[in-house]
């Protein structure tokens, strides 16, 4: 089993910058991706970022050129440093593991709400 515990979300004007960290406990090193998802109510959990144990990183649309994932393995930590928020970026953003690369993610995080004022 993994844990994943997320913290750092919070209320920030449109604008500016949050990081939200990640971290992992448990069967650590059967890990073989992490990553993060956001969703709103009523709507598909999106891709944000993720990250390979082989360093592989991909974005999805809407945040590429503003957020950062970075992975610490000997921290067993990812995390997401978010750039030039829009009001768009308002979600609850999922911490996500998986146990193959090409597999779908087993493991998730309780969620931390993201919240950007105009």
């Known amino acids: 089993q993994v844990q994943l515990v997320e913290s750092g979300g919070g209320l920030v004007q449109a604008g500016g910058s949050l990081r939200l960290t990640c971290k992992a406990t448990?069967?650590?090193?059967?890990?073989?991706?992490m990553g993060w998802y956001r969703q709103n109510l009523g709507t598909p959990r999106e891709l944000v970022a993720t990250v390979t144990d082989g360093g592989e990183i991909a974005y999805g649309d809407s945040v590429r050129g503003r957020f950062t994932i970075s992975r610490d393995n000997a921290r067993n930590t990812v995390s997401l440093q978010m750039d030039n928020l829009k009001p768009e970026d308002t979600a609850v953003y999922y911490c996500?593991?998986?146990?193959?690369?090409?597999?779908?993610?087993?493991?998730w995080g309780q969620g931390t709400q993201v919240t950007v004022s105009s």
């Open positions: 448990g069967r650590i090193l059967t890990i073989k991706k």
């Open positions: 996500a593991a998986a146990l193959y690369e090409l597999g779908s993610y087993e493991y």
